[in-house]
């Protein structure tokens, strides 16, 4: 070979390394320049920021200044400061002061320690680049990858192959439902990949299970992928195409309004319950102001925290055709073993309190808008040996159920 040709084979190599680095620099460019523009977005100027002992910053936002306000269809919306009417709970629960035989205990969120929103503001947790360089993808960022709504009447053994998603869950349908209330026990389940979550929520549910579902929901999770770390946090998610383009968790896009300035979305709830030891739970309720059309949420016993706009919903715009209460994890471990991500507290129901997680005082909104005990619960899990969940009826705990689960056991292998 001559020198002339071996020149000009190293000249083209090293054009062709220099236009692969390029091409790279740029992408990744480009990628922090989109990542930029979405924190823009999601972190609207703070009146004051919090740091949290988790590392969380939370960030006191003008309420008028919330990225719900990003939505086009509510630019000139007017803030709803509380709901034009509250549901009418027959057991008096509503109050702060209802009494539990069991030593369960109220929990607030590992921020407060530090510092309180003023007046005027809202408490959001900051997004960090790190969150989103942890998603796929900007785009899917704060959203569900999977459609992962249980569909108990039609689940049949093919569904369980087709789906990473196990629940065990409680719920109620044929009927109309203007909202939906539980007390839930609150722990930090063990999760095996960082891809994977582990949560205990409410659902509620109208359209179909294919492309129209319109989803609400509300409850604790854990999700390293999500958050960074594997604290149990307050979140809500919401869809109005089965988890296609609309919805995320949270504030990660615009649509819930939030009004409260002691409760933020996404933040870690403290303390959690330790087996055989102290129980920790958390109360949500979701309902539909009948005046406004909007779907409030409170968390506690006094804490509204704001609502989602009716319009986001085509298919909840009378009322809910059903509602789930339970636990949901995901299963991506690909050895052929089943996940050890744990349900609820990691350890069956037959365990009972103080050992296995629970739901108490289930209860749905009425149309006459009265909280009540829902009559026919059913039951639903895909594989009772990985989870499971029993139901019963009890004094102060109304209607209630233990479920949840380890994951990976003898009999689940
Ligand atoms: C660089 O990117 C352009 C456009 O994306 C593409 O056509 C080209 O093949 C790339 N070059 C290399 C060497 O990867
Ligand atoms: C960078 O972004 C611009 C506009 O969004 C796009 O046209 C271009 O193809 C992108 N370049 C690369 C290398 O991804
Ligand atoms: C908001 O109000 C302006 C001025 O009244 C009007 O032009 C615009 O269409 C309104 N936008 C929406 C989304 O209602
Ligand atoms: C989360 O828990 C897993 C084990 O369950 C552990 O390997 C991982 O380091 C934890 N992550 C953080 C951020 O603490």
Redesign the pocket.
Known sequence: MGKTKELKLLCILLL?LV??TA?RSSSSQNQSLEIQTHLKNLNKPAVRSIKSPDGDIIDCVRIAHQHAFDHPLLKNHTIQMRPTFYPEDLFGQNKASSKSKQQSKPVSQLWQLNGRCPRGTVPIRRTKQDDVLRASSVQTFGKKVLRTIPQPSSAGPNLLTQSAHQHAIAYVEGDKYYGAKATINVWEPKIQQPNEFSLSQIWILGGSFGEDLNSIEAGWQVSPDLYGDNNTRLFTYWTSDAYQATGCYNLLCSGFIQINRQIAMGASIYPVSSYRSSQYEITILVWKDPEEGNWWMQFGNEHVLGYWPGFLFPYLSDSASMIEWGGEIVNFVSDGQHTSTQMGSGHFPQEGYGRASYFKNIQIVDGSNKLRIPKAIATFTEQAKCYDVKTGKAGNWGSYFYFGGPGRNPDCP
């Open positions: 062709f236009s692969v091409n």
